[in-house]
């Protein structure tokens, strides 16, 4: 099974920056859709992006359009979330999964992953 871990989430202003990481090991991305999500405390997990295996086609949720990129690094088996101008309201855990498929399409559906991370805190508060 895929194994997934999450990094560099931390205590940001509003405004602020932050940029995750995701390391996928034993198998290579390039049959792996990988998506974000995010929970916040009392709340469902929502799905926040996605970028395919094949072709790096992307998908993102509405409420982080224009201010979260994802992208992935094919050789170091790794994908990004760049997350821009956040507000208090992107506080939560974020996780990163993943599900096979030759696609080059990814879902924003949890229920379609199913291998995950144990998630990063990210609080934007000031």
């Known amino acids: 099974q895929l194994q997934l871990v999450e990094s560099g989430g931390g205590l940001v202003q509003p405004g602020g920056s932050l940029r995750l990481t995701c390391v996928a090991s034993?198998?290579?991305?390039?049959?792996?859709?990988i998506g974000w999500f995010r929970q916040a405390p009392g709340k469902e997990r929502e799905a926040i992006s996605c970028i395919s295996g094949k072709d790096a086609v992307t998908n993102y949720g509405d409420s982080v359009k224009g201010r979260f990129t994802i992208s992935k690094d094919n050789a170091k088996n790794t994908v990004y979330l760049h997350m821009d101008n956040l507000k208090p309201e992107d506080t939560g855990v974020y996780y990163c999964a993943g599900y096979w498929t030759y696609k080059s399409e990814c879902r924003m559906t949890r229920e379609d992953y199913d291998s995950w991370g144990q998630g990063t805190q990210v609080t934007v508060s000031s």
């Open positions: 034993p198998y290579t991305l390039e049959y792996y859709a």
